[in-house]
């Protein structure tokens, strides 16, 4: 890996952090006169702790890692934005991504005046890893991957990924939003064997904490202190973190059950998928979505809409013709879903 001086754009390697009123204390207990807030109104009267040190520690010790190798933002969608800030000069720097992959690379990227090479994935859509290093070039600063991938729902091969982070001098990110489905397969437990990577994770998937928006990102602490000093000084609001301490502490057991119970819903799922005879192809899940291949993706489309089923049309995505997203939702969802489905003619 290229120091991280090198790596970083220069003006955020010389930025100030904004300092926030409770940086300089840091006890629970006090006559709170320094921020400004209102006195009445508690708890949400006092601004959340900045550095949101009780809810990492609560997290590191869950994902087996130390609190300096964990930044907690918006959804994982807010660290997306933070890497691209932090280290790609707009105009001048690029990022290589895999295609087809999830969208939001691609906006955060624009929103940032920064080039995407992209790299077809091959047609099992697993990486072409010499065709991902072959995109680098002297102004690559990251690699984007997502592992399982949006929207094709496998995992990547961790020796594939492997090759492409030892094969580059500057950040890979791995996007592991849907890892909780693919139990063993995440590169968090070796996190410490590559300094140049930072995976991605989130509350919004299997721990259905979505529309309180708390995203992870693992790496070594230089790198999450970048990220630190550049996010908003309050990115987490009061509710969520304590709403995350809450199902840590009380409700990890209930999660483990909605994840199997998910699992095998995919898999009642996918054998009434078959059945139908418009489906010509349902690709293997390793998340809690299903691509399927139809060649009337569109008509399809349509009909669940006019019942009020909405699932995503992926079928003018690279590699997707034809292909529609289905996510696994409840048993009775699920039922509503293929009934819908058998109706159609
Ligand atoms: N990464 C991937 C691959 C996703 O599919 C999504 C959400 N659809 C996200 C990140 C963003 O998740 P969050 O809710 O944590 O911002």
């Known amino acids: 890996m290229k120091p991280l001086q090198q790596l970083l754009r220069p003006n955020i390697l010389a930025l100030k952090p904004y300092s926030s009123a409770r940086d300089e204390y840091t006890g629970e207990e006090g006559v709170f006169l320094d921020a400004n807030e209102n006195p009445y109104n508690a708890p949400y009267n006092r601004y959340p702790d900045p550095h949101q040190r009780r809810l990492k520690r609560r997290i590191a010790a869950f994902k087996g890692c130390e609190s300096d190798q964990l930044f907690l933002g918006n959804g994982s969608d807010e660290p997306i934005d933070l890497l691209f800030r932090a280290f790609c000069r707009p105009g001048t720097d690029n990022v290589v991504a895999i295609d087809p992959t999830y969208g939001m690379y691609q906006v955060a990227a624009a929103t940032n005046d920064i080039k995407v090479q992209q790299v077809l994935l091959t047609k099992d859509f697993q990486l072409d890893v010499e065709a991902v290093l072959a995109a680098v070039d002297k102004q690559t600063k990251i690699i984007w991957l997502c592992s399982p991938n949006n929207p094709t729902g496998n995992c990547l091969r961790n020796e594939d990924i492997e090759r492409v982070i030892t094969g580059f001098e500057g950040l890979v990110v791995v996007d592991e939003a849907y890892i909780d489905f693919a139990p063993g397969r995440s590169l968090l437990p070796r996190l410490q064997e590559f300094p140049n990577l930072v995976i991605l994770q989130t509350f919004s998937k299997a721990w259905g904490m979505a529309g309180l928006r708390l995203g992870m990102a693992f790496a070594q602490p230089a790198i999450i202190e970048v990220l630190s000093r550049i996010k908003y000084p309050y990115n987490l609001n009061v509710l969520t973190q304590q709403k995350a301490m809450d199902l840590l502490e009380q409700n990890q057991q209930e999660v483990a059950q909605w994840i199997e ?31 399927i291949r139809t060649p009337n993706a569109k008509a399809v489309y349509q009909h669940l809409i006019n019942q009020k089923i909405i699932i995503r049309d992926r079928s003018s995505v690279s590699l997707c013709a034809g292909c529609l997203r289905i996510t696994v939702g409840s048993p009775e969802e699920n039922k509503q879903l293929i009934q819908a489905l058998q109706a159609y003619k």
Do not use: G
């Open 261 to 291: 119970l998910l699992l095998a819903e995919r898999s009642a799922l996918a054998q009434e998928l078959q059945k139908l005879p418009f489906v010509s192809l349902i690709h293997p899940s390793d998340a809690n979505f299903l691509l």
